[in-house]
């Protein structure tokens, strides 16, 4: 199994973490059956933390006129609302939510140039909150498709208090390929022009990289 380079450092903190409380415990008490439950419960506190950051290989979908889910969840909005930041003018947005249990790496849900990258801090609401998407800790990235321009955003959440994003202005985007990771549950909105058809419905499960949400007309 692949793991994702944002997870190296916290997997060999929660390793040395877990035995240095095990290694006294196994020295000193040895037999005891509290011993045997902590370790336990340190073996499955790692296995969470070690799935949590799986990379999976994912194969996207050929088209120009697809676009991709930029993350594992499940479709919790599907609305028509006005963008503010950037787009100034009304999208149809898609809401996935990220549970701790999904793969957290997050990727391009077009081709294009990417004309803008913004970090904004906030809040840490929990990310299914209508306002976590103005008022938490986020990303905005902008992709020039030729067909038109597609806004993503990054949402921190309640658990999920460390965004990493990899896009920059002149980049060149590529549909599935990664652009950032979220630790530990969030969301992630997109915001499409109005005239693409929508390929999912509320509460479909989606597979980032491989997913199709929607189709440029």
Known sequence: MKLHREG???????????TLINFPLEMFFMGEWYTDTVLVLSVIFFILIVQ????PHRETPVGDDLIIAPADGKVVVIEEVD????????CRQISIFMSPVNVHVNRYPTSGKVLYEKYHPGKYLVAWHPKSSTENERTTVVVEHPKGQVLFRQIAGALAKRIVNYAKVGHVA???AEYGFIKFGSRIDIYL????????EL???TVGGETVIARWS
């Open 174 to 176: 590529k549909a599935g």
């Open 8 to 18: 190296f450092k916290i997997i060999f903190i929660t390793l040395l973490v877990l």
């Open 52 to 55: 949590f950051f799986r990379d």
């Open 83 to 90: 963008e503010p930041e950037y787009l100034k003018t009304k």
């Open 193 to 200: 022009p109005l005239e693409c058809e929508i390929n999912v």
């Open 203 to 205: 509460n479909q499960k």
